[in-house]
């Protein structure tokens, strides 16, 4: 869609801090999430996921946040490290088990 | 375990050039594979996608064309490059069937085209 063509939201944190990165979702029938993290210069690796019988989920330092009423989906990061830097992609689950992806949030840790 | 292994990993290709990136899924059978092209700073913006061997489905018009030869791989090929296929291409892979923890992406090739 459009937002491909966007330059990526950014977000700088304090290391030790925590960061919490949004994504407004656009089907209301999808039912299955995803958040990713990018390293610079690699592919997208799985973070953690979160079905929409959920309103949260919990990883090592990770929670995802699902509110459907609102279609907004955010990601929290604990105690942000250097090497969170990177960027965030959300992905929702649409028919046809084809995933769409959010524009993307570039997470800048300071030191 | 599966696994997927994209190459090369860079490429600096002279407009007008030809061009193919090659992508092979191990460890699966029957999987879903996709290339994406990710332009600097920017999001990913999904160019192929195929559910088997021979289909392919297109999700924007351009320059660029893929093929699936076999069952686990997934070749992205252009006749003549321009200087805006510059970008990032990931490919990736999902099960046919239930896609679980989503897709599974290789570790990109970083094209470009001068």
């Known amino acids: 869609g459009e937002s491909v063509g966007l330059h990526l939201p950014t977000l700088s944190v304090q290391e030790g801090d925590n960061s919490i990165i949004n994504c407004a979702y656009s089907n209301s029938a999808s039912d299955y999430f995803i958040w990713y993290k990018q390293e610079s210069g690699k592919g997208p690796q799985f973070i953690i996921d979160i079905r929409s019988n959920m309103d949260k989920r919990q990883g090592q330092r990770v929670t995802v946040l699902l509110n459907k009423t609102v279609k907004h989906l955010s990601l929290q990061i604990a105690a942000t490290q250097p090497g969170d830097s990177a960027v965030y992609f959300c992905?929702?689950?649409?028919?046809?088990?084809?995933?769409?992806f959010g524009t993307g949030t570039s997470l800048t840790v300071i030191p | 375990s599966q696994t997927i292994h994209q190459w090369p990993a860079t490429l600096v290709q002279p407009v007008g050039s030809p061009l193919s990136l090659e992508c092979t899924v191990e460890g699966t059978s029957n999987p879903n594979l996709y290339w994406y092209r990710q332009a600097a700073g920017r999001g990913l913006q999904l160019l192929f996608y195929s559910v088997g061997i021979g289909q392919i489905s297109s999700e924007v018009p351009q320059n660029l064309s893929a093929s699936r030869p076999q069952d686990r791989q997934f070749i992205l090929s252009s006749k003549k490059l321009l200087l805006s296929d510059s970008g990032f291409y990931l490919c990736?892979?999902?099960?046919?069937?239930?896609?679980?923890?989503?897709?599974?992406f290789g570790s990109g090739t970083r094209l470009t085209v001068v």
């Open positions: 992905a929702e689950l649409h028919t046809g088990n084809q995933f769409y």
């Open positions: 990736a892979w999902s099960s046919g069937s239930a896609p679980l923890y989503g897709y599974t």
